[in-house]
């Protein structure tokens, strides 16, 4: 099974790429990066169909 991943975007309003890292000590894991390279969003990616199962949790703002 393909893994599938959360569609992200960037702050230049386009789809992030995901790339892995080939630095250690994280590496091969995967992130989210901006396809043109300008902007600094920056987050682990995680397979959705890997995700544990969680209670619920709800946050609510303040
Ligand atoms: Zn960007």
Same mark, same amino acid.
């Not at 386009?14 to 590496?27: C, E, H, M, W």
């Given at each position: 099974? %393909? *893994?599938? !991943?959360?569609?992200? &975007? @960037?702050? @230049? ?8 890292? #080939? +630095?250690? *000590? #994280?590496? /091969?894991?995967? !992130? &989210? +990066? @901006? *396809? #043109? /390279?300008? @902007? ?7 397979? %959705? #169909?890997?995700?544990?199962?969680? *209670? ?7």
């Amino acid at each position: 099974m %393909i *893994p599938r !991943y959360r569609t992200k &975007y @960037c702050h @230049c309003k386009l789809q992030a790429v995901i790339r892995v890292t #080939n +630095s250690d *000590p #994280n590496k /091969g894991k995967l !992130y &989210y +990066s @901006c *396809p #043109n /390279g300008v @902007c600094d969003i920056w987050d682990w990616c995680k397979p %959705i #169909n890997t995700v544990l199962s969680v *209670p619920t949790q709800r946050r609510f703002f303040h």
